[in-house]
């Protein structure tokens, strides 16, 4: 376990954060590159030596405290039987879900046995991982997964999502405890904490979230205390209201459009994850390097104590195509600043 991590899981102050980034074994990396050129995503996902494989990559490179498994939220939904295709355009599911197809979703038993593959990966990453490095799972948010059996993406309003929400407590039936299963498999396979990773929530009201999102994930909250992070994208402070914080969260991420500082007065316990700019890892060296400190300026000028839990990374992914050398420059200066 890392040191760093574990401290902020705590809340205990300390001068140098610990640094995770999402996606940070993705396809920006060549170590990532160079196994995609022999394997499918679909191997590199679901052989648990492959996974590892993966993971270990920009862990070893630019020494993140924290390393994540690789997998994808969407099997869950390939475990319920919708059928699950990487293509050059996207995932692609057999079908959507609609009301004349969401009782074809299969059986929750033989969903879960489906997704031990998971537990393996989570294992065998462990064993590859160096002991002074952190190890995390991650989940789907129900309400992102719903989008994609809806939608078969996330991107746009989300009309079709919102116009069939009342198809939404049906497909809990089975993806409720299917999540929550899968969660503890993770555990199980050695993940400190399970991150739900909730894309699609930015897209909705507050007053939907809290209606419909906010129930859900506070149950899973629920079911492993101290043990299940939360991340969403595109939300806003006013998304998470008492009921929510007082929850008990081992931590929250924050996407770039929130102001840092600000996020350990939304989430009072845990790590608090964020949030740079991931698309300013493109910028030209000088003006990348300008806006760097500039998003660590505001971190510096707080107390240890009151930026206490931060777990420093981006707002969202790393994005594809961003240069190495920018990753490393991060990481690096990071721990020159806060040192």
């Not at 299969?106 to 160096?130: C, S, W, Y």
């Not at 770039?256 to 994850?273: A, E, L, T, W």
């Not at 104590?305 to 992914?317: F, M, S, Y």
Request: charged share 20%; glycine share 8%; aromatic share 12%.
């Amino acid at each position: 376990m890392n040191l760093l991590f574990q401290n902020a899981l705590q809340r205990k102050a300390q001068k140098t954060p610990p640094i995770w980034f999402m996606r940070q074994a993705g396809r920006y990396h060549q170590h990532y590159q160079a196994l995609r050129a022999k394997h499918s995503f679909m191997e590199l996902c679901k052989q648990p030596e492959l996974a590892a494989e993966v993971a270990l990559g920009p862990v070893a490179e630019f020494d993140f405290d924290v390393s994540i498994l690789f997998s994808d939220i969407l099997f869950p939904l390939e475990a319920l039987g919708m059928g699950l295709d990487y293509t050059d355009h996207g995932p692609q599911l057999a079908y959507r879900l609609t009301p004349e197809t969401i009782g074809q979703l299969g059986d929750v038993n033989e969903a879960i046995n489906f997704m031990h593959f998971q537990k393996e990966a989570v294992k065998a990453t462990r064993a590859v991982l160096p002991t002074t490095k952190s190890l995390i799972g991650f989940i789907g948010g129900p309400w992102t997964l719903f989008v994609y059996a809806a939608e078969g993406s996330h991107a746009g309003s989300l009309i079709q999502s919102k116009k069939l929400i009342h198809l939404f407590p049906q497909f809990l039936e089975k993806m409720y405890p299917l999540l929550k299963e899968n969660i503890r498999l993770q555990l199980e396979g050695g993940a400190e904490i399970v991150n739900i990773f909730d894309t699609a929530a930015g897209e909705v009201s507050p007053m939907f979230f809290q209606e419909w999102i906010q129930p859900v994930i506070s149950n899973l909250a629920k079911e492993y205390p101290g043990k299940i992070g939360y991340y969403s994208k595109g939300t806003q402070p006013v998304f998470f209201n008492k009921a929510f914080t007082d929850l008990p969260w081992a931590g929250q991420g924050f996407d770039h459009r929130c102001f840092m500082p600000d996020c350990f007065k939304i989430q009072n316990k845990g790590f608090v994850q964020g949030n740079f700019d991931q698309s300013l890892l493109f910028a030209d060296d000088a003006d990348f390097k300008r806006a760097l400190h500039n998003f660590l300026g505001p971190m510096k000028d707080m107390s240890i104590e009151q930026r206490a839990g931060w777990v420093c990374g981006l707002g969202h992914g790393v994005l594809p195509k961003t240069p190495e050398k920018n990753v490393k420059l991060f990481v690096d200066t990071v721990r020159e600043v806060l040192s």
